[in-house]
């Protein structure tokens, strides 16, 4: 089983509202993933959790905050978000984080599409 | 045929054609390569891999190759499908991260 789930699929917002991405995966990784996805473009890497600790945050504005509670779940809290934040969110995990440039196989749950009004 | 521009560089083939999707990596350091599907409205689906000890690997109506001298890698499908039209990105691996090629858009048609 190569499954990871999100939810919510859809996810419609204000600039002032707080909410939640969520992201399971029950395949023993301890590797796990937030992207942002725009329309034809490839996937941008946002953060990456090893063993339940940050490890790579890539210059994310603080409106996006990620959180690790397990090894199987991962959430990105919103708040305050803008217009142009609209896009699918997507969640991966993999085996483990790799080591240097032999990274292990990631994969992706189906996204999240947000749309912030 | 296949087109730059504004949009995906697009690759467009008959049902039951060979396609061939080519991707050009920046790091010669990598040591892992993916190709990845993604069709509208879902999240990349992994096709097939390749570490850099090896030159081609082969899967079910699928064959990758990598040419590590001039840094380039090819997804061929063979007999291709109406259920191939998708967008493929390869990735190639970053220091504890992938890095993604901009994607390529295959469309079949009947």
């Known amino acids: 089983d190569t499954e990871v789930t999100q939810t919510p699929k859809h996810l419609v917002m204000g600039m002032t509202n707080k909410k939640s991405l969520k992201c399971e995966q029950h395949?023993?990784?301890?590797?796990m993933y937030w992207y942002k996805q725009k329309a034809k473009k490839p996937p941008e890497l946002m953060f990456v959790y090893s063993y339940e600790k940050l490890s790579i945050n890539e210059s994310v504005p603080s409106r996006f905050s990620p959180e690790c509670p397990n090894s199987s779940l991962l959430n990105l809290h919103l708040h305050a978000l803008q217009p142009e934040d609209s896009a699918l969110y997507l969640c991966?995990?993999?085996?483990?984080?790799?080591?240097?440039?032999?990274?292990?196989?990631?994969?992706f749950g189906p996204g999240t599409r947000l749309t912030v009004l | 045929g296949e087109s730059v521009g504004l949009h995906l560089p697009t690759l467009s083939v008959q049902e039951g054609d060979n396609s061939i999707i080519n991707c050009a990596y920046s790091?010669?350091?990598?040591?892992?390569f993916i190709w990845y599907k993604q069709e509208s409205g879902k999240g990349p689906q992994f096709i097939i891999d390749?570490?850099?000890?090896?030159d081609k690997r082969q899967g079910q109506r699928v064959t990758v190759l990598l040419n590590k001298t001039v840094k380039h890698l090819s997804l061929q499908i063979a007999a291709t499908q109406p259920g191939d039209s998708a967008v493929y990105f390869c990735a190639e691996t970053g220091f504890q991260k992938l890095v993604f090629g901009t994607g390529t858009r295959l469309l079949v048609s009947p």
């Open positions: 395949m023993g990784h301890r590797a």
């Open positions: 390749i570490r850099s000890n090896m």
């Open positions: 790091n010669s350091a990598s040591d892992y």
């Open positions: 991966a995990s993999s085996q483990d984080l790799g080591n240097g440039f032999a990274t292990d196989t990631q994969y």
